[in-house]
């Protein structure tokens, strides 16, 4: 186990590096928190860099023990398709040059369309530019940790939701949000087949767990989330309950995502992974609750917080 070493966060801003955060800082761990604008946090050093900037990326990592790569870029196909595979070089070679692991915080859009439940075997048959994009940058890193040049870990969640996770989550954007606003919830596609989302104070204590322990690199994993996933209907009931908000909902149907998405960026973008709200889309996470005794939060009580966090703010 690695106590008291330096941990590099890569994206600190985002969705994710906030949310690890706080179970760093109630770990002990010393942090230093890298993003283009770094928001200050007591007891952490802030360090000002773009990924892209190669020089400046080395720098960021120098003195590290653990690097979390836990960025976020604009949704956005030529975006990732310029950007992701410098990035990845540039934190690989980084890290190899400051002996860091590395800790990839990753996404499962390079499994395209899976029958059944997706899990850290699944073959890579991305149907999307941006699971292209995600394919290769986890091939770049599957073949450096093959080779042994690097330690390092990737770790899959699927979409997320929870307290203070706002506009990078459909579930929050669609639902909650909308609910908060006394306005539909709003669903994708189809309401009516079993999702499976990831509650985003588990991954981070799953991440957590994972970068602690020797034995977890050199591997892929998929971070806990419950099984057998709820429909969008029940996460919508669900939800309703708890946020004192009507039940319900309107579907946006796949021809209207691309008819709007001729005008919206972000919706022409979401388009492309149909896919995932079209068909049951189911993750298996049963290696990580085996190797590490840790079940997923309830959809119950995972909600309710979720809830609470929403009609506070």
Known sequence: MTHNLLNVLLGANG??????????????EPMRLVSRRPMKVDGAETFVADALDRERLFEAVKGSAVVYLVIGLLYDSKTWEKDWPVIMRNVIDACKSSNAKLVFFDNVYMYGRVHGYMSETTPYKPVSRKG???AAIATM???????GTIKAIIARAVDFYGPNVTDKSAAGV?????????KKAQWFINANVPRSYSYVPDAVA?????AKSESAYGQVWHLPA?????????????AAKYMGASDKFKVLPKF???????????????????????????????KFEREFWMQPTGYDEAIKTTAEWYLAH
């Open 206 to 210: 799953a991440l957590y767990k994972l």
């Open 226 to 238: 419950v099984k057998p996933p709820l429909t969008g209907k029940e996460f919508i009931e669900l």
């Open 132 to 134: 292209k994009v995600r």
């Open 15 to 28: 969705t994710i590096g906030s949310a690890l955060i706080p179970v760093l800082q109630k770990n002990g």
């Open 174 to 182: 669609l639902v909650f949000s909308n609910m908060k606003k006394k």
């Open 141 to 147: 890193l599957q073949n450096e940790m093959k080779e």
């Open 256 to 286: 209207v995502l691309k008819l709007i998405g001729l005008f919206n960026p972000f919706l022409r973008e979401i388009y492309e992974m149909h896919y995932q709200d079209e068909y049951p889309f189911l993750f298996d996470s049963s």
